[in-house]
Nanobody
Framework: QVHLVESGGGMVQPVDSVRLSCTAS????????IGWFRQAPVKEREGVAC????????YYIDSVKGRFKISRDNYKNTVYLQMNSLNPEDTASYYC????????????????WGQGTQVTVSS
């Protein structure tokens, strides 16, 4: 069992930056691909980025390439999502999942989820 906890969300203005954290107590996250997903009201959960447990290779959806960065801190057993140049379309609840990162992050590839953290981008 992998218990994930997200943190770092909040309300920010357009072009601001936010760093989200995904932390696990117990299982080593290096053994899992970690994906970040987001879900806006009345929309399906969308994969945003993921980092592989095999090679630490990363994947991003087109709309966040160049703005978001996913990274691991193995000492802290934490995966981060650095989000820059935020815009209102990035407003959503953000979730991390533990599973397999191979290509585009899809929910069916992830077995464990955190409770989510809200990011609201508004002027």
């Amino acid at each position: 069992q992998v218990h994930l906890v997200e943190s770092g969300g909040g309300m920010v203005q357009p072009v601001d930056s936010v760093r989200l954290s995904c932390t696990a107590s117990g299982p080593d996250l290096r053994n899992y691909g970690i994906g970040w997903f987001r879900q806006a009201p009345v929309k399906e959960r969308e994969g945003v980025a993921c980092v592989s447990h095999v090679s630490d290779s990363t994947y991003y959806i087109d709309s966040v390439k160049g703005r978001f960065k996913i990274s691991r801190d193995n000492y802290k057993n934490t995966v981060y999502l650095q989000m820059n140049s935020l815009n209102p379309e990035d407003t959503a609840s953000y979730y991390c999942g533990a599973g397999i990162c191979s290509g585009a992050p899809r929910t069916y590839k992830y077995n464990y989820w955190g409770q989510g953290t809200q990011v609201t981008v508004s002027s």
